[in-house]
């Protein structure tokens, strides 16, 4: 197969990440006979400093030509500790999600058996855990009109949805639910909210069209706590943009690191595929970002593409990384000289040498071939 996918790296830890999921789908181009090519484009803070626009014409016009998206991380703390400023990297973001109608962001969460230890959470409440949550992103609150009066002392944010756009996402978690264990969990706030009555409306009437899947509700408060008590009792969350955010983020303890979950935001046309981390400017450049959110994120883009077993590949040596240690600070106690491009490194000599599970230790600390 040939893919042509654009490369938006953006700011902090965004380009050290983005540059080993590029290696591992350099290694899988290699292995399996495809072709793909890569395009870089600035996004975020860096394209504000460059081009004084977080989301520039040029790259936008790049996306739209390519096949899908990799996307890095955007943010910088001299926008993030000006609450006044009027461009924003996020703004770049965003707007890149309505231009392509990425309406529905697919963020999976696994607990792996190896890194049990490493979450806050107890083994027994974590293990087995294996959720993906649907989250609407292209309406809602962060998408609504906003005002601010004259005096700066009143402002508001408009949170609107209607059916078509509660409807597209409503049958993509649906038919997820199908192929896993035919649960759907919708997180809302319909006790208080008009928009969330909205939803519960018409999931309840979408979930008709699908007689093999259970449909549940819970409200956003006790989904979060249910999040951290029973984790277990979900399979696919369908939520809307601002609850899906939050629920994610709040997720991600569960695997014991952020670093570990991958996204993708799929629209009709376009995909995108992104860590869901932030920038992390503090650990620009110091080799302790975990590239794995972003190198499971290219396995997510080769599944969109249906190259499974490619994706599967991707995974066990992930997995493999994982077991021996093969990982940055945040989830390694054991070793303390495993880099960002290290961890790249072995998952690529992996996926190049699958046969040979002959493992040097000592190679692999050095920083050396890692399998022989």
């Known amino acids: 197969m040939k893919l042509n996918i654009a490369v938006l790296p953006g700011d902090g830890i965004g380009p050290e990440v983005t540059n080993q999921a590029i290696k591992v789908l350099k290694a899988i181009a290699s292995e399996f006979d495809h072709n793909f090519t890569f395009k870089n484009a600035d996004v975020g803070a860096i394209a504000i400093d460059k081009h004084n626009d977080p989301l520039p014409d040029a790259t936008l016009d790049i996306c739209k030509s390519t096949d899908a998206i990799l996307f890095g991380a955007i943010g910088h703390p001299k926008y993030d500790n000006d609450p006044s400023a009027k461009v924003r990297p996020e703004q770049g973001l965003l707007k890149l999600r309505k231009e392509l109608g990425l309406f529905a962001n697919i963020r999976p969460v696994k607990a792996y058996d190896t890194l049990l230890d490493k979450s806050p959470l107890k083994r027994n409440i974590i293990k087995g855990v294996d959720i993906v949550i649907y989250r609407e992103l292209t309406g809602g609150i962060y998408f609504g009109k906003k005002y601010l009066s004259e005096d700066g002392n009143v402002a508001s944010d408009l949170c609107e949805y209607s059916r078509p756009e509660i409807e597209r996402i409503t049958h993509l978690a649906f038919e997820a639910a199908q192929n896993r264990r035919n649960k759907v969990t919708l997180v809302d706030k319909a006790n208080v909210l008009e928009s969330s009555r909205l939803w519960r409306r018409v999931v309840t009437e979408v979930a008709e069209n699908y007689k093999d899947v ?158 022989i």
């Open 214 to 371: 259970e449909l549940d509700f819970l409200f956003v408060d006790n989904a979060a706590m249910q999040m951290i008590l029973n984790p277990k009792q979900f399979d696919v969350i369908l939520t809307e943009n601002m609850f899906g955010d939050i629920i994610s983020d709040e997720a991600s303890v569960i695997g014991g690191s952020i670093g570990l979950l991958a996204s993708a935001s799929i629209g009709k046309k376009y995909a995108m595929f992104e860590p869901i981390h932030g920038s992390f400017p503090q650990a620009t450049g110091k080799g302790i970002a975990n590239p794995i959110a972003s190198i499971l994120s290219a396995a997510m883009l080769l599944e969109h593409f249906e190259l499974f077993n490619e994706a599967q590949f991707i995974k066990i040596a992930v997995e493999k990384s994982l077991k021996l240690h093969i990982s940055t600070p945040d989830i390694n106690s054991k070793y303390d000289n495993i880099t960002t491009s290290k961890v790249g490194d072995f998952i690529e000599d992996f996926i190049n040498n699958p046969d040979d599970t002959n493992m040097n230790f000592t190679n692999i600390h050095l920083g050396q071939s890692t399998i």
